[in-house]
């Protein structure tokens, strides 16, 4: 019982996250669109609102989750973080490659 009873409040606690996010990014698209600058302003002060109660909600559901979920999900994001390191340092390797390539301006090259 105390199991079901767990994972209904976090459905709920993940309904008021995703409701917390959709409000931010309407907040910060209406943001963008304001030319009132003072208007501005206090919608994205009720955006960074909106992410604190959603740090929030999600303190709340990762402090209910077991270990075992845990750990699966730190080690799922320290995969990402991997390829996502890896894809960049794959990218860097190839930026030098072009960067060896286009050589110097002929003014740095005729110098004497």
Known sequence: M???KNQSSVGL???RCHKWRVRRKQLTDQARTTSDE???ERLLQAA???VRMTNAEQEKIDSMRDTKEKAAA???AEAEVEAEEKNASED???KTDEEE???FPDFITNLN
């Open 48 to 50: 960074e609102h909106c």
């Open 101 to 103: 390539e286009i050589g």
């Open 13 to 15: 606690m993940i309904q």
């Open 92 to 94: 860097s390797v190839a």
């Open 74 to 76: 730190v080690a799922a």
């Open 2 to 4: 105390q199991n079901k």
């Open 38 to 40: 003072i208007e501005r």
